[in-house]
């Protein structure tokens, strides 16, 4: 989902072909279709002036929708001692829709609706390994390409679900854990991915997404559920926090003025991944669950005038992806 929030490199790839590790052969292209969806509706709204809460009238509905589509093409054009040293990805859709609709008590409806697109749709990146850096080099596929160098700033490799797998072998019941990280590259395949609408302040954007991540906590855990056909299916579960701080006291405000914004996301987290242990890759993932929010919003003038604006909401939230 936009300003939410995939760190990574390829692990090392399994020469056997039935294990839980990537173990595709040079040469091989996979189509990579993700669709992420969050809906939240108000729940609640609180208003306080110097810690007393004030009396409101009736809650307008508002309901917030955000809806992103990411397909890209992976070419694994090397592998060098067990690990993918160039690997091409061709962006094909980056786009995300984000609508937010307000009906008054009296009835009266606003809504708003804004669409995302991003400078690497169309375009090719090519991640190659540096032994001497220890990391992926990234740059343009096409040497002559005119886009602009700073979409490539933030892009990661993996986007084959590698973070949840298990660091060592496990048999059909066993869990492990997963790192709460996980759940920021689920939502962010490939990274940033620069998808953004043309009302939508990019710095702010990125403040948003960094703290998102960094504030992750909680836990996760797979468990290795079943293997029938050369198919293993894994579920995930778990529960995951987060919070974003953000100033927002406007340039030229009156002097002691502050106003700052206050992000409280609570998720449940439920998933399955199927991985083909034949071919070394994921097959499908759908994963996703509840999610709480709370807004706060706080204005103050010195220490003798403060008012609070807190809003609840409630949700649900949805990650998939295809691997053909």
């Known amino acids: 989902m936009r300003t939410a929030l995939l760190l990574g490199i390829l692990a090392p790839i399994a020469s056997a072909p ?13 189509t990579k279709s993700f669709t992420s969806s969050l809906k939240l509706e108000l729940q609640s709204v609180v208003v306080e002036v110097n810690g007393e809460e004030q009396e409101q009238g009736d809650t307008p509905e508002v309901t917030i929708l955000d809806e992103e589509e990411i397909v890209f093409v992976d070419e694994y054009v090397s592998i060098d001692d067990g690990k993918a040293t160039e690997l091409v990805r061709t962006y094909e859709t980056l786009n995300d829709v984000s609508s937010q609709v307000v009906v008054a008590p009296d009835g009266e409806e606003e809504s708003t609706e804004s669409e995302g697109e991003s400078g690497l749709e169309g375009v090719g990146v090519r991640f190659q390994w540096s032994e001497d850096d220890g990391e992926y080099e990234v740059a343009f596929a096409d040497e002559d390409e005119q886009a602009d160098d700073e979409l490539l700033e933030n892009l990661d490799a993996d986007a084959d679900f590698l973070f949840l797998m298990p660091e060592d072998d496990v048999d059909v019941g066993d ?39 960094d504030n992750l906590s909680g836990e996760l855990e797979g468990k290795l559920v ?13 529960d995951v926090e987060t919070t974003v701080e953000t100033e927002q006291t406007p340039d030229g405000a009156p002097e002691g003025v502050e106003i700052t914004q ?4 609570s998720f449940e987290c439920e998933g399955t991944l199927t991985w083909d242990m034949e071919k070394g890759h994921a097959l499908n993932l759908e994963f996703g669950g509840a999610v709480a929010l709370e807004i706060v919003n706080n204005q103050s003038q010195g220490e003798d005038f403060q008012i609070t604006f807190t809003q609840d909401f409630e949700g649900e939230y949805e990650s998939t992806a295809d691997f053909n």
């Open 262 to 265: 206050a992000f409280q996301f």
């Open 175 to 213: 869990t492990w854990e997963i790192d709460v990280q996980a759940f920021h590259y689920i939502s962010n395949p490939s990274g940033d991915l620069k998808i953004d609408s043309d009302d939508e302040d990019g710095d702010r954007g990125n403040e948003f997404s960094d703290q998102f991540r």
């Open 18 to 30: 039935d294990s839980l590790q990537l173990g595709v052969e040079a040469g091989t292209k996979i």
């Open 226 to 238: 079943s293997i029938e056909d050369g198919v293993a299916t894994i579920k995930i579960i778990g």
